[in-house]
């Protein structure tokens, strides 16, 4: 069992800042690449940023230079600092991990695909 929990979203102005959080639990062997997505209502699912175990990153060109992805190896944890938000932001922002997992009896298994359950982060002109 692994879950992946995000937090930090909420309500901000244009022109603000906030900081999302995702930490992974359970039955983790390793982590490979985090990323952070985003849906919009009626929209698609996009990718925000993703960032790779020796610490690279990509950016959507849409949050480049404002939004900056980094990670905890040791917490499991991946963060994502938007600043200079704007109303188009405004999405349910999912965090995501490929994870190795370790079963009971020392077995691992992976990789596999795992999303949190989403945190809203609503701008507001």
């Known amino acids: 069992q692994v879950q992946l929990v995000e937090s930090g979203g909420g309500l901000v102005q244009a022109g603000g800042s906030l900081r999302l959080s995702c930490t992974g639990s359970?039955?983790?062997?390793?982590?490979?690449?985090m990323g952070w997505y985003r849906q919009a209502p009626g929209k698609q699912r996009e990718l925000v940023a993703l960032?790779?175990?020796?610490?690279?990153?990509t950016y959507a060109d849409s949050v480049k230079g404002r939004f900056t992805i980094s990670r905890d190896n040791a917490k499991n944890s991946v963060y994502l600092r938007m600043n200079s938000l704007k109303v188009e932001d405004t999405a349910a922002y999912y965090c995501?991990?490929?994870?190795?997992?370790?079963?009971?009896?020392?077995?691992?298994?992976?990789?596999?695909?795992?999303w949190g359950q989403g945190t809203q982060v609503t701008v507001s002109l």
């Open positions: 995501n991990a490929v994870v190795f997992v370790e079963t009971s009896g020392g077995v691992r298994r992976g990789p596999y695909n795992f």
């Open positions: 359970g039955s983790i062997f390793s982590i490979n690449v």
């Open positions: 960032i790779r175990t020796g610490g690279s990153s």
